[in-house]
Antibody, heavy 119, light 108 residues
Framework: QVQLVESGGGLVKPGGSLRLSCAAS????????MSWIRQAPGKGLEWVSY????????NYADSVKGRFTISRDNAKNSLYLQMNSLRAEDTAVYYC????????????WGQGTLVTVSS | DIQMTQSPSSLSASVGDRVTITCRAS??????LAWYQQKPGKVPKLLIY???TLQSGVPSRFSGSGSGTDFTLTISSLQPEDVATYYC??????????FGGGTKVEIK
């Protein structure tokens, strides 16, 4: 079955960097757009970034533009999020999610990885 | 940027009740709206896309309607397993894939 497994979260100091990974299985990864979505503790959902199937197109929420970089390796069935210049407000569970039809909604979602930015 | 406003922010209803959640867009988004269910401690799950198309495997007691700026998610007969927070999401243009603030549904 379709499975998305995130990793790479943890505790990082403000201004630091972290790289999240999402391992995909159970589908042809290279056929699908992928996104990162985050959820601060006790808060709602916030879309972060998406990448097209061939990496031709990427886009970012204004809140992370210039600090985060999305990428993918279709040979490794993996999605990444490089996060630099981290701030306290970036603290959240980060989910990777598949875009089933290239329409920019999300299904399914991974289980998430927690990023905590604190000194 | 288009804002998505959900109401109510929370509700409490009895098992078997009909429950309606509203999502309003600050500008027209045609039918580019999805609904998600997030049960406590769990991952969000897609319920509905294109405002009214039920995702495969979702119980038929869930339905969606609307177009333009006003949308509704209806649970025709609330079940205990429907306790969750429900989010709408617009996807008419990217970037700006905005979610609503969520509606928490509890059993009375």
């Amino acid at each position: 079955q379709v499975q998305l497994v995130e990793s790479g979260g943890g505790l990082v100091k403000p201004g630091g960097s972290l790289r999240l990974s999402c391992a995909a299985s159970g589908f042809t990864f290279s056929d699908y757009y992928m996104s990162w979505i985050r959820q601060a503790p006790g808060k709602g959902l916030e879309w972060v970034s998406y990448i097209s199937s061939s990496s031709s197109y990427t886009n970012y929420a204004d809140s992370v533009k210039g600090r985060f970089t999305i990428s993918r390796d279709n040979a490794k069935n993996s999605l990444y999020l490089q996060m630099n210049s981290l701030r306290a407000e970036d603290t959240a569970v980060y989910y990777c999610a598949r875009d089933p039809y290239g329409d920019y909604y999300f299904d399914p979602w991974g289980q998430g990885t927690l990023v905590t930015v604190s000194s | 940027d288009i804002q998505m406003t959900q109401s109510p922010s929370s509700l409490s209803a009895s098992v078997g009740d009909r429950v309606t959640i509203t999502c309003r867009a600050s500008q027209g988004i045609s039918n580019y709206l999805a609904w998600y269910q997030q049960k406590p401690g769990k991952v969000p799950k897609l319920l509905i896309y294109a405002a009214s198309t039920l995702q495969s495997g979702v119980p038929s007691r869930f339905s969606g309607s609307g177009s333009g700026t006003d949308f509704t998610l209806t649970i025709s007969s609330l079940q205990p397993e429907d306790v969750a927070t429900y989010y709408c999401q617009k996807y008419n243009s990217a970037p700006g894939l905005t979610f609503g603030g969520g509606t928490k549904v509890e059993i009375k």
